[in-house]
């Protein structure tokens, strides 16, 4: 899920600064298929995501020193893998797709960022207006995107910011070029409130957040090397 809102998260490489924790929820859809998420963040730098999900499967995603994990819960078995060592196997089991990776190779440019004069509120935050124009493996796109400077959409933003760069880091085929996009965001510490139908701000609560949210459960157990041992297969 989240294909083309990985993308447009990927760009905003932004620069440190202070960071509250708080809960985020968002929805969209993805080919035509709605999802929703919640976003937990204790700092800028640890983080979890916890698709809605219907299955037998639980997963989520924990993000902290700068190395991500996938844990799964299934029929009482708890396993944890390291995200830099899984994108061989997660691309099999489609786990790159929930992460929003859907191809080995992505080529992604943003031609222009206009603004449209027109604000809308998202969630109750009022934010700007934009028409975004963007190509991915040569095939032109247009969205509206929706931006504020509220300090609480900056915050959730910052926080998907690092997720994204630890994510692009297992994903070294990706070539991203933000453009005005990059620059007005990270320029004017904006949040992103909507990008098309593709992804939109549902509740967002700047709260304490308990750090066990953020461990890895005790029972579970981990596959070292597991890179290795994909790349012989």
């Known amino acids: 899920m989240l294909k083309q809102v990985?993308?447009?998260?990927?760009m905003l490489l932004l620069t440190n600064s202070v960071h509250a924790s708080g809960i985020?929820?968002?929805?969209?859809?993805?080919?035509?298929?709605p999802y929703t998420l919640s976003l937990e963040y204790?700092?800028?730098a640890t983080s979890r995501i916890d698709m809605d999900d219907s299955s037998d499967v639980e997963s989520y995603l924990l993000f902290k020193n700068r190395q991500g994990q996938v844990v799964t819960r299934y029929q009482g078995n708890t396993l944890v893998m390291d995200l830099a060592n899984m994108s061989q196997m997660a691309q099999s089991l489609g786990i790159m797709?929930?992460?929003?990776?859907?191809s080995e190779t992505m080529m992604i440019n943003v031609v222009s960022m206009k603004a449209t004069g027109k604000k809308e509120k998202v969630s109750g935050i009022e934010g700007e207006v934009y028409k975004l124009t963007w190509i991915r493996d040569n095939i032109q796109y247009q969205d509206e995107l929706v931006v504020t400077s509220d300090s609480k959409a900056w915050e959730y933003t910052e926080a998907w910011i690092d997720?994204?760069?630890?994510?692009?880091?297992?994903?070294p085929s990706i070539n991203i070029n933000g453009g005005e996009?990059?620059?007005?965001?990270?320029?004017d510490?904006?949040?992103?409130?909507?990008?098309g139908n593709r992804f939109r701000l549902v509740s967002v609560h700047n709260k304490t957040v308990s750090p066990e949210r953020f461990i890895a459960p005790d029972?579970?157990?981990?596959?070292?090397?597991?890179?290795?041992?994909l790349g012989n297969l």
């Open 6 to 10: 990985f993308f447009f998260l990927l």
């Open 24 to 33: 985020a929820r968002f929805s969209g859809l993805d080919n035509g298929s």
């Open 42 to 44: 204790l700092n800028r």
């Open 97 to 102: 797709n929930v992460l929003g990776i859907d």
């Open 163 to 171: 997720v994204i760069k630890i994510i692009s880091r297992s994903s």
């Open 181 to 187: 996009l990059l620059t007005r965001v990270s320029n």
């Open 189 to 195: 510490k904006l949040g992103i409130l909507r990008i």
């Open 219 to 229: 029972t579970s157990f981990e596959i070292p090397g597991l890179g290795d041992l």
